[in-house]
């Protein structure tokens, strides 16, 4: 992908050793536990153009809204916008310039209703978000990816949020087929920052062409996507991108990301602002040290 000259000074190894709050691991780990902002990456990220918010805490991050104010509208179904109808979230102040684009797929057989909860949080930590219905609810996880783009354009473009967007930092997520079609999208537009899918299900498994920030987020009990033969094996073939993480929820099942989900929503907004907002006051979250967490809501954690 072709990175912000910014974001490639700031991701220098020796800056990131800097942040983290201890080792990144390679097998079962969990969250580190809340504290203070780390010094270090406040700093680093008051030089980039597109930080957004106050300094994040583990806190702050599980709690349901973040900073912003938001609001939304719907967008209705129309064959031509290459997606079904949805909803567009985005934060209401004027006065801090443009904000990140995100676009969220639902699964298989499912409706945008399932993932709607994920909308206005994302939004409310300072993100364009949109939610969508697919062209139909058998899409595959190519189709997914088309449309996870399409929405994406549709946004950029729509007059509502057009002068809230900066359309050069995109990124998307998805549940179970749109979590497999979020490396779909990834693979056809290299210029996405980030990609997060959530309990992900693809038939490809090997994303090494895959240049954007791609975490998988898995469920421990998933039987439908099971993390031996879909996450697991997505996060461990994304050699190519500019950085892959994996977690995995304890405890649950393919459907986590039906129903609101603080692990969830923490780490996925942690890793839309490390690489979108290119805001490595976020870093911190992302690669834990080995302390115990006091949820135990993480069963396996791995950043690379």
Do not use: C
Not at 2 to 7: D, F, N, R, T
Not at 170 to 195: K, N
Not at 229 to 255: K, Q, W
Not at 262 to 281: E, F, G, H, P
């Amino acid at each position: 992908m072709s990175q912000h000259p910014l974001l490639r000074r700031l991701a220098a190894p020796a800056l990131v050793a800097g942040l983290a709050l201890g080792t990144a691991t390679t097998g079962p780990a969990t969250a580190a536990p809340a504290g203070t902002p780390v010094t270090a990456a406040t700093a680093a990220a008051a030089a980039s153009p597109y930080q957004h918010g106050p300094d994040p805490t583990l806190a702050a991050l599980r709690a349901t809204r973040g900073p912003y104010a938001t609001s939304s509208y719907s967008v209705s179904d129309l064959a031509s916008r290459g997606f079904g109808s949805g909803t567009v979230t985005y934060p209401t102040t004027t006065s801090e310039g443009r904000f990140g684009v995100v676009a969220i797929s639902p699964g298989y057989t499912a409706s945008e209703s399932t993932i709607a909860w994920l909308g206005p949080r994302l939004a409310s930590f300072g993100f364009v978000v949109v939610t969508f219905n697919t062209n139909s609810r058998y899409d595959q996880p190519d189709a997914r990816g088309d449309q996870l783009l399409a929405a994406l354009d549709h946004v950029i473009a729509d007059s509502r949020t057009a002068s809230r967007v900066d359309a050069t930092r995109q990124a998307v997520v998805g549940h179970s087929m749109g979590g497999g079609g979020t490396l779909e999208a990834a693979v056809t537009r290299p210029s996405l920052e980030a990609a997060v899918g959530l309990t992900p299900w693809n038939i490809d498994k090997t994303w090494s062409e895959v240049d954007a920030a791609s975490l998988m987020i898995g469920a421990e009990d998933d039987t439908v996507a099971p993390v031996s033969s879909h996450a697991i094996p997505f996060y461990g073939s994304l050699t190519g991108a500019e950085r892959r993480g994996y977690l995995e929820l304890a405890g649950a099942s393919h459907f986590a990301p039906n129903t609101a989900n603080t692990t969830i929503a923490t780490y996925t907004i942690a890793w839309l602002k490390r690489y979108v907002d290119d805001d490595t006051r976020y870093e911190q979250f992302l690669t834990p040290g080995t302390s115990v967490s006091p949820f135990g809501d993480v069963s396996d954690y791995r950043i690379s």
